[in-house]
């Protein structure tokens, strides 16, 4: 059977290498899920039977790749605001985990439409499976097959309880650290059933594998060198939390002394420091930890608008592009940025490196632009065949009416992309050669029906939520102990702005 064909005709195609402020007309012919032909006229007797888009007065851009995500608490979107990221897990964690294959379902599919709706065509979900089966995985690749969104999944993995996630834990009392999580499967356990995972089903069509240690302090050497082996033996990128917040920074110095009291230089004594790794957050990395992750061609995926929300700090983006470290762009969870928006990841990406240098620097909207897309893209080792618009390449495309005001008057695709747009003016996506929206309207599933069955779940959900933030408060007063602890600690590095009174040398 000959492959479907579209063809999208006469839009401004965004080439990263080519002029990114004023991009050139172009056709862009799709057979399959790839595409095939990038040019000003394509031959008919080539284009003859195709679907035809007409993309005037449209930007075509690569579809944007969400390389930080968590689909366990969509359904907590505008539920917090800033706290401290430790507080915060107090109640995240439990609204994630254990809960119905309903719900699994649908906090899967709300992520999705989102992302999709804001040019999204890639999600990494580094999901909190709890409890870890085969069902849960199915219900997750099944609802992301569902609505064609492009997922690169890894179910995260621990060891250690999530308690080590807290400085001074010992502040807490047992009920307190009971509210946190005091216990972890099996290394061998978790790494066994993510190998049958992807055996029982493997990497095809929109669906690739991960692996996701949870963070370094969550993971034995025993689990961090089996997941560096999963990743080889199975071709994988690695994923983890690293240096999120000033905690984990000081938990490192002081309790991986062996280490010499590096996070990095950990995860490399357990065979992780390589071109697979990604550490998302790295908001207090060291200059010399950045320098090792760049020789190592490992990579950080950002993403400030958690950072900012959750009281995290400032990654040092201007230090790392010096390094020479490859970068990815992430958006987080929804209850820890609430939206899942790379136009705001972008414009972040640019305006947090304006303020971290007083000097004049170079443009930045269009790297932004690239780390969107084929930064992600690499973080996940598929960059030869997503991020750009190529002959070769996956069709996963966005369409953007420059009809919107974002572009009145239009000056530069790449700056208005990132410093406009907002995701208003998409009205097309395609996603593995598949429209997924079009003229505004998700064609995948039934939109009207989703908003029913989520308004009818959160009838529980939110008194459910509620009920267990005010069980939970007693933990409080100790989790501020334990902050205030971490922040009296001296440390060599700022990661705030603005204001004196946490500054460290």
């Known amino acids: 059977m000959a492959a479907n064909k579209i063809l999208i005709k006469g839009g401004l195609v965004y080439d990263h290498d080519g002029d990114v402020h004023k991009p050139v007309a172009a056709d862009i012919l799709i057979e399959g899920d790839a595409i095939v032909s990038v040019g000003p006229s394509l031959p008919a007797q080539r284009t003859q039977g195709a679907e035809v888009i007409d993309a005037r007065d449209h930007l075509v851009i690569p579809g944007l790749i969400n390389a930080h995500y968590h689909s366990h608490d969509t359904l907590c979107r505008g539920m917090f605001e800033e706290m401290p990221l430790e507080f915060w897990l107090l109640y995240t964690l439990p609204m994630g985990a254990f809960r119905s294959k309903q719900e699994l379902r649908l906090r899967t599919l709300v992520g999705a439409l989102e992302a999709m709706r804001c040019g999204i065509t890639t999600l990494q979900d580094m999901l909190g499976l709890i409890p870890l089966t085969e069902d849960n995985v199915d219900i997750v690749l099944d609802a992301y097959a569902e609505i064609g969104e492009r997922v690169v999944f890894s179910p995260m993995v621990f060891d250690i309880p999530a308690i080590a996630m807290i400085r001074h834990a010992d502040a807490l009392p047992p009920d307190s650290q009971e509210m946190l999580g005091t216990k972890a499967l099996g290394a061998r356990e978790q790494i066994d059933f993510l190998d049958r995972q992807i055996k029982r089903r493997p990497a095809a069509g929109t669906a690739h594998w991960a692996s996701a240690p949870f963070a370094p302090q969550r993971c034995t050497p025993e ?274 702005l603005a204001r004196t009174r946490y500054g460290d040398g």
């Open 223 to 496: 689990l961090l060198e089996m997941c560096a082996d999963i990743a080889e033996r199975r071709d994988l990128p690695v994923y983890t939390h690293v240096y999120e917040t000033r905690g984990q920074a000081v938990m490192a110095r002081e309790l991986y002394a062996s280490h010499g009291g590096s996070f990095i230089k950990y995860l490399d004594q357990c065979g992780l420091l390589n071109r697979r790794l990604n550490i998302a957050h790295s908001v207090w990395l060291s200059r010399e930890e950045m320098d090792l992750m760049a020789a190592a061609d490992a990579g950080a995926v950002l993403n400030h608008n958690s950072n900012l929300k959750l009281k995290s700090g400032i990654a040092p983006i201007l230090d790392m592009r010096e390094a020479g470290m490859r970068v990815g762009l992430g958006c987080d969870n929804c209850s820890g940025s609430d939206v899942q928006n790379m136009f705001q990841s972008m414009k972040a990406y640019c305006t947090l490196a304006a303020v971290s240098d007083p000097m004049p620097g170079p443009p930045l909207a269009h790297e932004a632009l690239r780390n969107a897309t084929l930064g992600s893209a690499r973080s996940a080792l598929l960059d030869d065949r997503l991020g750009a618009i190529k002959p070769g390449y996956k069709a996963d495309l966005v369409l953007l009416d420059m009809k919107d005001t974002a572009y009145l008057p239009y000056n530069s695709a790449a700056r208005q992309l990132v410093y406009t747009e907002t995701g208003r003016a998409i009205d097309t996506v395609i996603i593995d050669g598949r429209i997924v929206i079009k003229d505004r309207i998700v064609k995948t599933i039934d939109e009207a029906a989703l908003r029913a069955e989520v308004t009818d779940l959160m009838k529980h959900f939110v008194p459910e939520y509620e009920a267990m933030v005010k069980a939970r408060a007693v933990a409080l007063p100790y989790l501020m102990e334990a902050h205030k602890r971490v922040w009296a600690t001296p440390l060599k590095m700022q990661r705030f």
